[in-house]
């Protein structure tokens, strides 16, 4: 599908679409055409029909509610409304930057995040090359089944489940720990162990669906290659080197990227439900500063700075990492 | 064959990767969304809005609205209201006494009822949504909320001189009890929001109890419990070690907090911390009305030292930082539980009536630190703020006055907590009330599923001290007796109910963001050991001040000084 879309015969799709992936140099000569913007997409009309469902969503959904954003320059009122309400600069930031949480809020943010983007790329990965070599296809389908099973469980439930195993007296882990005659572990009351709990209960849950993906790309890698190795002599651990890695490459690359996007975006309903009073200091992120600041206290505009700051920092380590990749392997979103 | 199947699992990856993006964008796009709540809601309010202007001019101009007997309005007029649903309660739709007022008054209630997690939340959304109701009935609205909607945005109508008109009940409670209506006059000279005064001290003092089955066990009897810190301190080991509940096991939790935040346990802020001399963790008034921060107060010290003691002897709940109330009753179910907060006893432990006059309430505790008087403090105030409010909206604020009205007279406040006799009460030979039961239903769970919000929701009315004592109940009766002659004599209040002008509401608002969050972390840190009290000490009194806590002192100090001026 990826070849397919490549050779479409309107390459302006693939900006308008923005997330189509391009690889290297193949696709230029797509773009040589004649004739100017307007005939090109009068020439193949249909597919921008098919565009139109996509851009209204974003338009409505995504674009529409940003004039909100302007909030954070103001002092919002709620009966003068957002363009009414008094402009007050960069207030908010200020106090923002100036806040007693400002530098706990980035690295306990930043923290867990890479440390689950480091884990959440590296497991599928290996859990999908590991199904590859699976020769036995009952047990293969299992063991998917298996890891894909948790993914399914909502985050609410998740976390009421992690809340009951993880107790310091009665908890399931607990138990098992001071049968075998060890020291009960505070794994939501001590705050060194809040990233661990958080990163190691997402592996458990999102490590099976996440490669799925990488299943279906290695699926995709012709028979021949390996046939061709396997004559040269390469192990399996070559074959895995040097036929199963290259061609996961780009996948890996542009799953990497995206999960960067979201680097100071940590999961909000996650974190508010594992957290509490006594794991605070390493729990509280952005994302819910924002949410007890802004929703519980209403300080709106206050919220909305953070919020904006958030995003800002988010694009910008998007487009950074996005230019790197492709200087580096020829791999980027656009 | 196998390439075919190869060809599928490709595409279908390719559809995968595709969706992966597609969320990626969503998840972006996901926080600016505005809640379809809001949506919901202005829908719904452009539908009523159109309803109302078919029946024009329902007040006071037509003649409809009647300013004495009932009904209130000869014409039925339909009012909106937002108050915060319990969730032991039933749809308001359906409970009896808003049936009952709309058959008496005449004036039909549409509703909007949050719930208690969600319901600030969908409070301020209404605001900002400008999908506000006609009235807030429940709708706790706390002072900075009044002075914000009311003083500054003129949301909530002034309903001072609706008082004088049409609410001679209202008068006369702020007659009956001096210091109520400085304490609900914004700074602007208005009241914005009528509160509920309940002048039973059972009402707003913290009942803590002992589980009695282990006092039995340990012979400990009424008189012998704990009066000082330290007998407290031993009481608890007992209960620890000599196992109570005659389980075999360790497994007794001698004091537990149901709160996942020590600060807001009213067993350790109202009974443990006033006996070493501060009345409050946060701000409080000391006896010559003085305005104090507790935590930096010398004391405070020897008070985390003392829960710490606590704490590393498994004395206090070691998971109270996860626990939650549902987690707590499950463990007083199972008879784990010997020192807890609850409305009754029969709440928490698995008795019943009977059983429980065996279970004592908490006995006022002193110290060296108080020169040897028992101090307490309690954690409600007999006011209970913002409990009905009219909006700029309500088409005729005169009738929701003497609606309200009702509710302050003695029939009314006791019509709107207990509904109508025969159905949940009725009187006893003995001239008091006793409870109807009903089959399957805890008596509570029949009140406010069926009769009335005012059961969970703090509603408006003034309930007299004798009411409590109306009931032909001796746990009730054993209950107001220990609570005036053990509790009362000893209490203090923390902070009186005041307001403050909207720059000091705005600057306060903004130094409790990280001032509260961190008093609440630190103060666990220190009890459970991850912070180091001694070594540490500084550092959090440096802290506290970096965070401005004595700018906030001040504004309080200026607060409760126009209060208690007011009040002369």
Not at chain 1, 22 to 42: E, P, Q, S
Not at chain 2, 305 to 323: G, I, P, S, V
Not at chain 2, 378 to 396: M, V
């Amino acid at each position: 599908m990826f070849c397919q879309t490549e050779v479409v015969q309107c390459p302006s799709s693939q900006q308008k679409g923005g997330f189509f992936m391009k690889r290297g140099k193949k696709r230029t000569y797509a773009v040589r055409r004649k004739g100017g913007l307007g005939r090109r997409i009068l020439s193949c009309w249909q597919l921008y029909v098919f565009l139109i469902p996509t851009l209204v969503y974003f338009v409505i959904f995504s674009y529409g509610p940003m004039y909100g954003v302007q909030i954070a320059f103001r002092d919002f009122s709620v009966r003068k409304g957002i363009w009414g309400s008094r402009w007050v600069g960069l207030e908010h930031f200020q106090r923002f930057f100036d806040s007693y949480y400002f530098s706990q809020l980035i690295k306990n943010t930043l923290h867990i995040s890479i440390y689950s983007i480091i884990v959440g790329f590296i497991l599928p990965i290996l859990l999908a090359l590991l199904v590859n070599e699976l020769r036995n296809g009952k047990f293969k389908s299992i063991l998917q089944t298996v890891t894909y099973a948790p993914y399914f469980i909502s985050t609410v439930v998740f976390c009421g489940m992690l809340t009951i195993f993880l107790n310091n007296t009665n908890g399931l882990f607990n138990q098992i720990i001071v049968g075998l005659g060890g020291k009960p572990v505070g794994f939501l009351t001590d705050p060194s162990l809040f990233s661990h709990v958080f990163v190691w209960s997402g592996a458990w849950q999102g490590t099976g669906w996440g490669s799925i993906i990488y299943i279906a790309a290695l699926a995709g890698i012709d028979e021949q290659l390996y046939e061709a190795a396997k004559i040269d002599g390469a192990t399996r651990l070559q074959r895995i080197w040097h036929i199963n890695l290259p061609h996961l490459l780009p996948t890996m690359i542009t799953l990497l990227i995206l999960s960067c996007g979201s680097l100071l975006g940590v999961g909000y309903e996650k974190v508010f439900l594992l957290q509490n009073s006594l794991n605070a200091a390493t729990s509280e992120v952005i994302s819910t500063y924002v949410y007890k600041a802004g929703l519980v206290q209403a300080q709106y505009s206050f919220a909305t700075a953070v919020g904006l700051f958030n995003s800002v920092i988010n694009f910008v380590i998007l487009i950074l990492v996005n230019a790197v990749a492709k200087r580096i392997s020829d791999t980027s979103l656009w | 064959m196998k390439k075919q199947q190869k060809k599928r699992i490709r595409s279908l990856g390719s559809i995968l990767l595709v969706l992966a993006m597609a969320f990626g964008l969503t998840a972006c796009g996901g926080g600016e969304k505005t809640s379809p709540v809001v949506e919901n809601g202005g829908e719904k309010e452009a539908g009523d809005t159109t309803g109302k202007t078919d029946e024009p001019g329902t007040a006071g101009a037509d003649g409809n609205f009647n300013e004495e007997g009932y009904p209130i309005v000869n014409e039925a007029v339909t009012v909106r209201i937002m108050g915060l649903k319990h969730p032991i309660q039933g749809e308001w739709k359906d409970l009896k006494f808003f049936q009952k007022m709309e058959e008496m008054t005449g004036i039909s209630l549409e509703f909007d009822t949050p719930a208690l997690d969600v319901f600030e939340e969908k409070k301020s959304l209404a605001i900002t949504g400008d999908t506000y109701p006609d009235v807030f009935f429940g709708g706790m609205l706390n002072t900075n909320q009044q002075v914000e909607w009311g003083m500054t945005e003129g949301i909530l109508i002034p309903l001072n001189d609706l008082i004088d008109k049409y609410a001679p009940n209202v008068q006369a409670m702020f007659e009956a009890n001096p210091g109520v209506k400085a304490s609900v006059t914004a700074p602007d000279g208005n009241i914005y929001a009528l509160p509920q005064i309940n002048a039973a001290p059972i009402a707003y003092t913290a009942p803590v109890w002992y589980n009695g089955s282990w006092l039995k066990a340990l012979n400990v009897t009424e008189d012998q419990l704990p009066k000082d810190l330290d007998a407290f301190y031993d009481l608890l080991v007992r209960f620890r070690k000599e196992d109570p509940n005659g389980n075999g096991a360790e497994d007794e939790i001698p004091l537990s907090l149901v709160s996942g935040d020590i600060l807001g346990s009213e067993t350790t802020e109202c009974f443990i911390l006033p006996a070493f001399g501060i009345n409050g963790s946060k701000i409080y008034v000391d006896d010559n009305g003085v305005v104090k921060y507790g935590a930096m107060e010398e004391n405070y010290k020897e008070y985390l030292k003392y829960l710490k003691k606590l704490y590393d002897e498994k004395l206090l709940d070691n998971d109270f930082a996860t626990a939650d109330s549902v987690s707590v009753t499950a463990q007083a179910k199972d008879n784990q539980v010997g020192l807890t907060i609850a409305a009754i006893p029969q709440n928490m432990w698995d008795v019943d009536t009977e059983q429980a006059k065996e279970y004592p309430i908490i006995r006022v505790l002193s110290s060296e630190y108080t020169g040897g008087k028992p101090v307490c403090t309690y954690p409600n105030s007999p006011i209970q703020q913002g409990t009905f409010a009219i909006t700029d909206k309500c088409q005729c604020p005169e009738a929701m006055m003497r609606w309200v009205d009702y509710l302050y007279s003695e029939e009314g406040s006791l019509y709107i907590h207990y509904g109508d006799e025969g159905d949940f009460w009725e009187f006893a030979d003995s001239g008091l009330r006793k409870h109807i039961e009903h089959e399957g239903m805890a008596n509570e769970e029949y009140r406010g599923g069926k009769i009335t919000p005012d059961c969970g929701t703090p509603c408006p009315k003034w309930v007299r001290p004798e009411t409590e004592g109306s009931w032909e109940d001796p746990f009730q009766a054993i209950r107001i007796a220990t609570t005036d002659e053990q509790i009362v004599p000893y209490m203090k209040e923390v902070f009186p109910q005041t307001y403050f002008s909207e720059s000091d509401a705005d600057r306060i608002t903004v130094i409790k963001t990280d001032l509260d969050k961190y008093m609440k972390e630190t103060v666990a840190g220190f009890v459970v050991g991850n912070l180091d009290i001694d070594a540490q000490w500084d550092e959090f009194q440096a802290t506290l001040k970096q965070m401005n806590v004595e700018e906030l002192i001040s504004m309080y100090q200026t607060s409760y000084d126009n209060w208690a001026a007011a009040n002369k």
